[in-house]
């Protein structure tokens, strides 16, 4: 069965902190895709990122960087040097397109930046 | 582009009402799709459509929930009678086909869905 698991419920962390959001994930599939999206207080779905099963190199984005690794099922995010504006909720998420293509969302990390 | 319209933005009802939520998808997206997001969770697939027929219902809960999407274009989700645990942020997705290189998923803001 495909599943998403993102253990940290929530986390609270002061500006300018470094901070990691996990993710494990299940599924029988050899090809898949892994997103994270952020979902601000105003409650839509901000696509960050995407990686294919296929790709295992780690990837950074500004503050934000990705690290895959099918040895343990796991793609973290970690956002260095944190801002207030980084508070919202993450969501990590599973697709298999053999299948029908739909996103399996873990439950989300509440993540809160403090001045 | 215009982005995944949905309406209305929030609702509050009674149990045992009915309610329905509208979405319109981008222009040319075959594929569309129902989100349920109960409060501290990820959002749940309710039923994805492709074109005007549905691919996937089967957390679909068919004694209260219905779905059409008739014209392959805009769909609605209905509920009826409405329960106390239905309280939830409804999304709307869409994508130009079954997103099999794991690109163009697009969410509206959703209708936040509140039974009293």
């Known amino acids: 069965a495909q599943k998403v698991t993102q253990a940290q419920t929530e986390i609270s ?15 029988r599939d050899t090809t898949y895709y892994l997103f994270w999206y952020k979902q601000p207080p105003s409650g839509e779905l901000v696509f960050l990122i995407r990686r294919n099963s296929f790709d295992e190199q780690n990837e950074i984005s500004g503050r934000y960087s990705w690290n895959f690794q099918k040895s343990t099922s796991s793609f973290n995010f970690t956002i260095t040097a944190s ?22 969302f873990g439950q989300g990390t509440e993540l809160s930046v403090k001045p | 582009e215009a982005g995944v319209a949905q309406s209305p933005r929030y609702k509050i009802i009674e149990k045992r009402q009915s309610v329905a939520f509208w979405c319109n998808p981008i222009s040319g997206h075959a594929t569309l799709y129902w989100y349920q997001q109960i409060l501290g969770q990820g959002p749940k697939l309710l039923i994805q459509f492709q074109n005007n027929g549905v691919v996937d219902d089967s957390q679909l809960p068919k004694d209260r929930f219905s779905a059409e999407r008739l014209k392959g274009v805009d769909s609605t ?40």
């Open chain 1, 13 to 27: 962390v002061v500006e300018k902190e470094d901070v990691t959001l996990d993710c494990v994930y299940e599924t």
């Open chain 1, 83 to 104: 801002q207030v504006v980084d508070s919202a909720v993450y969501f990590c998420a599973l697709s298999e397109p053999r299948r029908t293509g739909k996103l399996i």
């Open chain 2, 77 to 116: 989700l209905k509920i009826q009678p409405a329960k106390l645990e239905d309280s939830a942020v409804y999304l709307c997705a869409s994508s130009l086909d079954t997103p099999r290189d794991g690109y163009g998923y697009t969410f509206g803001s959703g209708t936040r869905l509140t039974v009293v």
